[in-house]
T-cell receptor, first 109, second 114 residues
Framework: GQNIDQPTEMTATEGAIVQINCTYQ??????LFWYQQHAGEAPTFLSY??LDGLEEKGRFSSFLSRSKGYSYLLLKELQMKDSASYLC??????????WGAGTKLIIKP | ETGVTQTPRHLVMGMTNKKSLKCEQH?????MYWYKQSAKKPLELMFV???????ENNSVPSRFSPECPNSSHLFLHLHTLQPEDSALYLC?????????????FGPGTRLTVL
């Protein structure tokens, strides 16, 4: 079956760096997405990786290793507003998004 | 209105009721989606419409019935639901359905079935 694994919850300190990991096993691969979802709100797009390597976008970076079925989202200079759930999703060979259950990130002052 | 809108935001219904959820996208996209989001579970894709044609139906019970009258509007008709159907129902849209197609989500309808 298809599976996306990410930690359920993580805690970090304001101003620090946190890395949220995602491992996947899917039938085919057409890219990996990261979304952010604040409590009670819609998920919003953060990043897309289809080739191996690091994509940097401001304080957020996303890394992909297709051979390892692995990605991470790196958040730098954490702010209180970064407290949210972070969803990893992989597009399979049928161009369907397979979602992880999300990682709830708690930022402490 | 901008982006993707959904109404109602909250809905409480009995198991014998019939109700409909509405989604509208103002982005000129060609694909629309219904997802179910339950606490601590992955998003479950329910239906996909591309150019108003249903292209995906992921073994969803028949008590959920989608309707896509045009590329901007999507409905989810609900009847004789079960308490386990209580969840957040999210609508999303994207330009297309393949490859890099960022999905834009609406705020969701929080559904409670009594």
């Amino acid at each position: 079956g298809q599976n996306i694994d990410q930690p359920t919850e993580m805690t970090a300190t304001e101003g620090a760096i946190v890395q949220i990991n995602c491992t996947y096993q899917t039938s085919g691969f057409n890219g990996l997405f990261w979304y952010q979802q604040h409590a009670g709100e819609a998920p919003t797009f953060l990043s897309y990786n289809v080739l191996d390597g690091l994509e940097e976008k401001g304080r957020f970076s996303s890394f992909l290793s297709r051979s390892k079925g692995y990605s991470y989202l790196l958040l730098k200079e954490l702010q209180m507003k970064d407290s949210a759930s972070y969803l990893c999703a992989v597009m399979d060979s049928n161009y369907q998004l397979i979602w992880g259950a999300g990682t709830k990130l708690i930022i402490k002052p | 209105e901008t982006g993707v809108t959904q109404t109602p935001r909250h809905l409480v219904m009995g198991m014998t009721n019939k109700k409909s959820l509405k989604c509208e996208q103002h982005l000129g996209h060609n694909a629309m989606y219904w997802y179910k989001q339950s606490a601590k579970k992955p998003l479950e894709l329910m239906f996909v419409y591309s150019l108003e044609e249903r292209v995906e139906n992921n073994s969803v019970p028949s008590r959920f019935s989608p309707e896509c009258p045009n590329s901007s509007h999507l409905f989810l008709h609900l009847h004789t639901l079960q308490p386990e159907d209580s969840a957040l129902y999210l609508c999303a849209s994207s330009q297309g359905t393949g490859g890099y197609n960022e999905q834009f989500f609406g705020p969701g309808t929080r559904l409670t079935v009594l």
